[in-house]
């Protein structure tokens, strides 16, 4: 045991805190939670990896002091996790606190991918019939606004203004900024703006705007930046910073790229980033975390900052196996596309001024399913339980508690990735993570606690612990109507799950 618990000691040192446990506070059961009129600002990053974020990584090649003066003000769910290892499908889990599983919304829209096997069917569109939190928090008189990147259908009448938003701005069908991050942009749903205006700019400018005009009410604002998904475009003068920095850094001999693992057809070996360098990446991300930083002034100049709540998260893992393979996220494995800690591990900040502590973490693992019931619970109003049947409240957490009333997370990936990854599902219990392929249905079992990078398969040594956790998964397959990869061109069936 004391080898076990050095270890432990040495990875939570490692990380920074990364496996830190609640700090100590006043028990839930004897702290006062207010319950008046709050705010929401919803920030959501796109592709931005767990250890893009200063908080999560004291190495951490990008410069993001507004991104860290939040976390110093925030509680950090070191073990928050996206509903899924790419972005619609986690989108869907936040606007409805549901697994997106559970209407086949289990790929990036339109993404049909084919490897050894054709994927799952796939919905490409959140269905209308879902309750979304905007439309929850509009039901109690809130007003609500969208910017950004929204992705969750294809046409006219699938997007913000029609799931409960009373602004959209620059939300539509498409998954990347169409045209790049300098005007002219190619979105039905932003206005005319000067030749070069940057993007994140522009979108944080029409936030403030609202935001001058939402002071008085209650007001949901969810910001759901493009960057940092490609295109890789940053401003002239970051990328000059960042070349200078990486000179600085980094010695021209040192490894940028190593093997992941082989994938179909044989032979196709993934290389993921070793180390953070990219400059234009840097460079985004910087220009990202500065506009982060008008908000937070605004909010605190207006005088709302100690009734608004902000929020933060990316919608999958940094993206390190493909399309430039800009970040890396390690000592994590793998990336976007992977089902892999790298792929589904996120950022994931709550502030929540008079409860939440300010520099506090909490180990507990959660996931983007969560935040749905937990607003509508840190607003004090009533929850929909008929509606986010998979998230729960962490409130609880958020108050100073150490634990919550769940067993197990799950995921479900019956898709070629665009990055390299693998069909397959996952359930974590505890510290343990047990993997599971679709195409031939073998199994990976990970301590995270003792292997945070996944890299020593123990389901040879744990047979009953495999037995137990894939059972558990294979229940909620059912209990959520999964569905799994299908024949190719009339060859042989693909595994199913018994």
């Keep these: 045991m004391q080898g076990m618990s050095t270890r432990r000691m040495f990875l939570k ?15 839930l059961s004897a702290r006062r939670i207010p319950r008046r009129p709050l705010n929401f600002v919803f920030l959501l990053i796109d592709d931005f990896g767990w250890r893009d974020l200063g908080a999560n990584n004291p190495h951490c090649f990008y410069e993001t002091p507004h991104l860290d003066r939040l976390a110093r003000s925030s509680m950090n ?7 899924n290892p790419v972005c ?4 869907y889990s936040i606007m409805t606190g549901k697994y997106p599983t559970r209407v086949g919304a289990t790929n990036w829209f339109s993404g049909t991918r084919s490897g050894r096997f054709n994927g799952a069917p796939l919905n490409d569109r ?23 990147k929204w992705h969750l259908g294809p046409d006219e009448g699938y997007w913000p203004e029609n799931q409960g938003f009373d602004v959209n701005i620059g939300g539509w069908r498409a998954g990347s900024p169409q045209g ?39 007001f949901l604002l969810y910001l759901a930046f493009y960057s940092v998904h490609t295109p890789l ?3 002239d003068d970051l990328i000059a910073k960042y070349e200078a920095k990486r000179k600085k850094v980094f010695a021209d001999e040192e490894r940028e790229f190593g093997p992941e693992e082989q994938v179909w057809p044989v032979g196709n070996e993934r290389r993921v980033r070793l180390r953070q360098a990219h400059v234009t990446y840097a460079a985004m991300v910087e220009a990202m975390d ?17 009734r608004t709540a902000v929020i933060l998260m990316s919608d999958n893992g940094g993206l390190s196996t493909s399309e430039g393979s800009p970040t890396s996220n390690l000592p994590l494995r793998g990336g976007k596309g992977w089902l892999y800690e790298g792929g589904i591990r996120e950022p994931f900040l709550i502030r929540w001024p008079g409860v939440a502590e300010p520099g506090s973490c909490c180990d507990v693992p959660v996931i983007s399913t969560d935040f749905y019931p937990t607003m509508l619970d840190m607003a004090g109003l009533p929850l929909k339980y008929g509606q986010h049947l998979d998230g729960v409240s962490l409130v609880p957490l958020l108050a100073g508690g150490t634990s919550l009333d769940r067993e197990a997370l799950f995921w479900h990936y019956p898709h070629y990735s665009n990055q390299g990854g693998f069909p397959g599902g996952a359930v974590r219990m505890g510290d343990w993570k047990l993997v599971e392929r679709f195409e031939d249905g073998r199994v990976h079992l990970y ?17 009953q612990r495999v037995e137990l956790m894939r059972g558990k998964l294979h229940t909620w397959y059912k209990e959520v109507g999964a569905r799994f990869l299908e024949p190719k061109d009339n060859g042989p069936p693909p595994w199913r799950p018994e």
């Design 447 to 463: 301590d995270l606690a003792l292997d945070i990078g996944e890299r020593e398969d123990l389901a040879a040594q744990y047979p």
């Design 180 to 218: 790049g991050y300098f005007a002219p942009f190619d979105n039905p749903r932003l206005g005319e703006y000067p030749a070069g205006s940057h993007l994140p700019k522009v979108l944080t400018g029409e936030a403030l705007r609202l935001l001058h005009e939402f002071r008085d009410d209650r």
């Design 233 to 235: 475009q940053g401003r």
């Design 126 to 148: 959140m269905p209308l019939e879902e309750v979304t939190l905007g439309e929850a928090l509009k039901e109690h008189g809130y007003r609500t606004a969208f910017l950004g």
């Design 77 to 83: 769910f070191t073990n928050g996790y996206a509903a």
């Design 88 to 91: 619609s499908p986690t989108r």
């Design 13 to 27: 040192a490692a990380l920074g805190g990364a496996a830190a446990a609640v700090l100590p506070g006043t028990p």
């Design 290 to 306: 500065e506009q982060i930083g008008r908000v937070l002034t605004t909010l605190d100049a207006l005088g709302i900052d100690d």
